[in-house]
């Protein structure tokens, strides 16, 4: 069967979901204590409204953003907030975090059931501002902003990236697997909220089994409304998830350079963030816990983990059985635009959708060379860029002028550097340029 795909560039990366795609999503326990950064968001640094030894209880708001961009973040445990003070984070090396001590005899938090037909647009909106949810595939952009387009654009399409196209990650294959009705339930709140009716869930064809599932839970949901939600097999291709790739291959829209999703009348979610959504709209559960993949060759026990935002690597990986001693490197995230941490210590995010523990075979760690002016990269680009000329450019400090290259459009996908014979590290360049070109006005 062909699938829905985008037309230039892309790569085909060895896969390695065998190691956690069949395995159920387990809830871990929560740990003793959690850390939880005040930024785990696109936008401002939430402030801290608690105090050091102030009591608190799971989804208690702990910290807010008033005007800025942001997002708000609750306690992901009842206990004691036992400092506010700099810690490791996943993305930024150090950040303040709020450091909560959880009661050990404290039960899980309840909620409530609630109808969430008979709440209006503008109440759900509100409902997902006040989860704190936010953008959970990425660089956790706060959803309630991302569903408020301004006036003008005509927005008609919901799209749901369910392509979970880095290796190694199984989060989203497993939630569409696990819980296909509250996807579509989650879809649908969407819908309401944007006011429209019509979504399309992309699923590339290795899920064949989360593509039957939620065809089947989409087709049991038809003829209740007035929404309509089509699931949509797609080629099996990195970057098939990013944003841009997505939307083409889905609605054959091209997305213009500089421009975003609703220049050409769509909205994109992913699984996860629909499934928080979901649980803001029917619980009124804040995000404060989420599925993430744990795997690699060099923890002893992959898995796919329902766990507590805040919780350290050092619990998950005790959790797990432990980590081995070819541990070579860890990465939050996917390898191909996933970001190395340096230690156990830095916490599960809200956007934490995986970690990898790395072991030498899958690791390189090789030097780089010169370029050999192969053209591979230029053919591997799905943005059609020239990552060569940029990475050149950068090395004889001309950074600042490659704008010319389109390098604002360069999303870090990794795919050139993934191809080059050269092992040049195409994407850092890139992002020094960007940030040369700034710093030169
Ligand atoms: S990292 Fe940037 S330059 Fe390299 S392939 Fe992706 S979009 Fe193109
Ligand atoms: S793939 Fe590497 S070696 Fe080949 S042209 Fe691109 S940067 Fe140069």
Redesign the pocket.
């Known amino acids: 069967m062909a699938g829905a795909t985008f037309p230039r ?1 892309g790569v085909h990366p060895a896969e390695h979901k065998e190691l956690t795609e069949h395995l159920a999503i387990e809830e871990m326990p929560p740990p003793q204590q959690v850390v939880i950064p005040v930024s785990m968001h696109f936008g401002a640094p939430a402030k801290p409204v608690v105090k050091k030894k102030q009591e608190v209880q799971e989804g208690d708001v702990i910290a807010t953003v008033e005007k800025a961009l942001g997002a708000t973040i609750h306690s992901s445990v009842t206990g004691v907030v036992k400092t506010i003070e700099s810690r490791p984070h996943p993305t930024m090396v150090r950040c303040d975090a709020i450091v909560i001590d959880r009661d050990p005899s404290a039960p899980p938090r309840v909620y409530e059931p609630q109808d969430w037909r008979k709440t209006t647009a503008e109440q759900l909106l509100a409902k997902v501002k006040d989860a704190g949810i936010v953008g959970l595939g990425g660089a956790g952009f706060p959803t309630h902003v991302k569903l408020s387009p301004p006036p003008s654009a005509k927005v008609d399409t919901l799209v749901l990236n369910g392509a979970e196209c880095e290796p190694y990650l199984t989060t989203d294959h497993r939630i569409m697997l696990e819980h296909p009705q509250k996807v579509v339930e989650g879809t649908k709140v969407l819908l309401k909220i944007l006011g429209i009716k019509k979504a399309v869930i992309g699923i590339e064809l290795n899920k064949a089994d989360a593509i039957n599932a939620m065809t089947k839970a989409a087709k049991e949901a038809s003829g209740q409304d007035e929404f309509t939600v089509a699931v949509q097999g797609m080629t099996v291709k990195y970057p098939q998830g990013s944003e841009k790739q997505l939307i083409y291959s889905l609605t054959q829209r091209s997305v213009p350079g500089g421009g975003l999703p609703f220049d050409v009348g769509v909205i994109v979610q992913n699984i996860s963030t629909t499934l928080a959504i979901f649980e803001a709209a029917t619980l009124n559960k804040p995000l404060y816990e989420k599925v993430a993949t744990f795997s690699g060759r060099a923890i002893k026990r992959p898995a796919n983990l329902k766990v507590k935002v805040g919780t350290v690597l050092s619990d998950v990986a005790a959790y797990l059985g432990g980590t081995t001693n070819d541990l070579t490197k860890i990465v939050s995230g996917g390898p191909m635009m996933g970001f190395a941490v340096s230690n156990l210590d830095v916490p599960i995010t809200k956007t934490s959708s995986g970690v990898l523990f790395l072991s030498s075979s899958e690791t390189d760690t090789g030097t780089y060379g010169p370029c050999i002016h192969c053209g591979w ?1 230029l053919e ?4 059609g ?1 020239q ?1 060569k000329e ?1 990475a050149i450019y950068v090395e004889a400090g001309k950074g600042h002028q490659t704008e010319k290259f389109g390098v604002f ?9 993934y191809v080059c014979p050269a092992k040049r590290p ?2 850092q360049f ?1 992002r020094l340029a960007k940030i040369q070109v700034k710093k030169h006005g």
């Open positions: 560039g990269c591997a680009c799905p943005m860029l990552p940029v459009e360069c999303f870090e996908c990794g795919c050139c550097a195409l994407v890139a």
